[in-house]
């Protein structure tokens, strides 16, 4: 079914108030001595497994100056009584050496919900350290570059929700997760593309307003009988893809599967040969055991899964996220010996977010 509207910012009109909230700071740590950064034949035997793991995408010149921070931080996590969660488009010796779980947003999740360390280095962008907090309310939670934000995340916000409250009077609201914690606070259930057409489908009635991305928007009411409102925001990597350049992959090998995330524009998943999540993308090449496969997402998850697959070719139309890209090893390591940023959410909005949150982690999929 097409898309019943397509809703963009508002720019006027009387803003429902927001919920007041009481003010609450960062926790204060002891910041912990800088260890030696230095390559020695210690650092090389005590990284040498970890090494096995990225060898197939990280060259063995580049190797001498990661080890010593991989080392650092791996220490360093014992210290703080700390897990690394690291998303799939985390680069592979981040994936790879130092994170304890990793994942998509809907498995980091529910990870932070089992986790039992005191802190949490939230290897991602700023939403997913947000909804790690909003789960771990007692836990510290850090991220290692607090400007690492997404342009979906930022297309909307707690006002612009309550506007659409008050224009579909009772109809329910969706987010996907890649929003921030006061627009989680503000609709009734939250998302991931893993799960958005089983949480679309789970709500009463007939309508449902779906935010902010528009082309998963699109591709949800490709499936459901529903009619689906969306917001217009979109995915700054995902969008770049386009029909044209797979085509083009398509005819200079046609035996070539191309897989893509939903996050893509309609004529990019029209060519694909398979639509799903990045952890749903991850086990179907696990699972088909491609010979070359185009994986239509940010470029690094293909290097994480040629990590453990390396019989399969990837072909990488190489679109980088720039907001994941800014955690970096010498930034964890300076997160867990300063313990900064520390991600700090007024306890009235968490609240309401965690409602949101909670109900999609618990529902059966
Ligand atoms: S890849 Fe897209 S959706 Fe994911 S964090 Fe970057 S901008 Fe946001």
């Given at each position: 079914m097409?898309?019943?509207?397509?809703?963009?910012?508002?720019?006027?009109?009387?803003?429902?108030?927001?919920p007041?909230?009481?003010?609450?700071?960062?926790?204060?740590?002891?910041?912990?001595?800088?260890?030696?950064?230095?390559w020695?034949?210690?650092?090389?035997?005590a990284?040498?497994?970890?090494?096995?793991?990225?060898?197939?995408?990280?060259?063995?010149?580049?190797?001498p100056f990661?080890?010593?921070?991989?080392?650092?931080?791996?220490?360093?996590?014992?210290?703080?009584?700390?897990?690394?969660?690291?998303?799939?488009?985390?680069?592979p010796?981040?994936?790879n050496?130092?994170?304890?779980?990793?994942?998509?947003?809907?498995?980091?999740?529910?990870?932070?919900?089992?986790?039992?360390?005191?802190?949490i280095?939230?290897?991602?962008?700023h939403?997913?350290?947000?909804?790690?907090?909003i789960?771990?309310?007692?836990?510290?939670?850090?991220?290692p570059?607090?400007?690492?934000?997404?342009?979906?995340?930022?297309?909307?916000?707690?006002?612009?929700v309550?506007?659409?409250?008050?224009?579909?009077?009772?109809?329910?609201?969706?987010?996907?997760?890649?929003?921030?914690?006061?627009?989680?606070?503000?609709?009734?259930?939250?998302?991931?593309?893993?799960?958005?057409?089983?949480?679309?489908?789970?709500?009463?009635?007939?309508?449902?307003?779906?935010?902010?991305?528009?082309?998963?928007?699109?591709?949800?009411?490709?499936?459901?009988?529903?009619?689906?409102?969306?917001?217009?925001?979109?995915?700054?990597?995902?969008?770049?893809?386009?029909g044209d350049?797979?085509?083009?992959?398509?005819?200079?090998?046609?035996?070539?599967?191309?897989?893509?995330?939903?996050?893509?524009?309609?004529?990019?998943i029209?060519e694909?040969?398979?639509?799903?999540?990045?952890a749903?993308?991850?086990?179907?090449?696990?699972?088909?055991?491609?010979?070359?496969?185009?994986?239509?997402?940010?470029?690094?998850?293909?290097?994480?899964?040629?990590?453990?697959?390396?019989?399969?070719?990837?072909?990488?139309?190489?679109?980088?996220c720039?907001?994941?890209?800014?955690?970096?090893?010498?930034?964890?390591?300076?997160?867990?010996?300063?313990?900064r940023e520390e991600?700090?959410?007024?306890?009235?909005?968490?609240a309401?977010?965690?409602?949101?949150?909670?109900?999609?982690?618990?529902?059966?999929?």
């Amino acid at each position: 079914m097409p898309l019943a509207d397509i809703l963009g910012p508002v720019e006027s009109g009387r803003v429902p108030p927001a919920p007041s909230a009481p003010a609450v700071s960062a926790r204060v740590y002891r910041p912990l001595p800088a260890p030696e950064l230095t390559w020695t034949p210690a650092v090389e035997a005590a990284t040498a497994h970890l090494y096995e793991r990225v060898k197939a995408v990280i060259p063995p010149v580049e190797w001498p100056f990661m080890a010593p921070y991989v080392k650092a931080i791996n220490d360093l996590k014992t210290e703080r009584n700390a897990v690394i969660l690291a998303h799939n488009y985390q680069t592979p010796e981040i994936y790879n050496c130092v994170a304890d779980f990793v994942g998509d947003s809907l498995q980091l999740a529910r990870e932070a919900t089992k986790v039992n360390a005191e802190v949490i280095v939230q290897c991602g962008v700023h939403f997913m350290a947000e909804t790690s907090k909003i789960l771990n309310p007692s836990k510290t939670v850090l991220i290692p570059d607090s400007r690492a934000g997404c342009s979906l995340a930022e297309s909307i916000t707690g006002a612009d929700v309550r506007l659409l409250r008050q224009r579909y009077p009772g109809v329910p609201i969706v987010a996907y997760v890649n929003t921030s914690a006061e627009v989680k606070a503000e609709v009734d259930i939250c998302c991931t593309s893993s799960n958005a057409l089983a949480v679309v489908e789970s709500l009463p009635g007939d309508t449902v307003i779906f935010l902010p991305d528009q082309y998963l928007a699109k591709y949800v009411a490709s499936q459901t009988a529903k009619k689906v409102i969306a917001w217009k925001g979109a995915c700054e990597v995902h969008e770049r893809f386009t029909g044209d350049e797979l085509r083009m992959y398509r005819e200079a090998d046609p035996e070539v599967q191309i897989i893509a995330h939903p996050e893509c524009p309609p004529d990019v998943i029209a060519e694909a040969d398979f639509t799903g999540s990045t952890a749903h993308m991850i086990n179907w090449v696990r699972d088909h055991h491609p010979k070359r496969v185009v994986m239509v997402t940010e470029c690094s998850m293909a290097d994480n899964v040629q990590a453990e697959l390396p019989d399969v070719e990837f072909v990488r139309p190489c679109n980088l996220c720039p907001h994941m890209k800014r955690i970096t090893l010498p930034k964890i390591l300076d997160s867990l010996l300063h313990m900064r940023e520390e991600i700090v959410i007024d306890p009235a909005i968490a609240a309401r977010a965690r409602r949101s949150v909670e109900r999609m982690v618990n529902l059966k999929n």
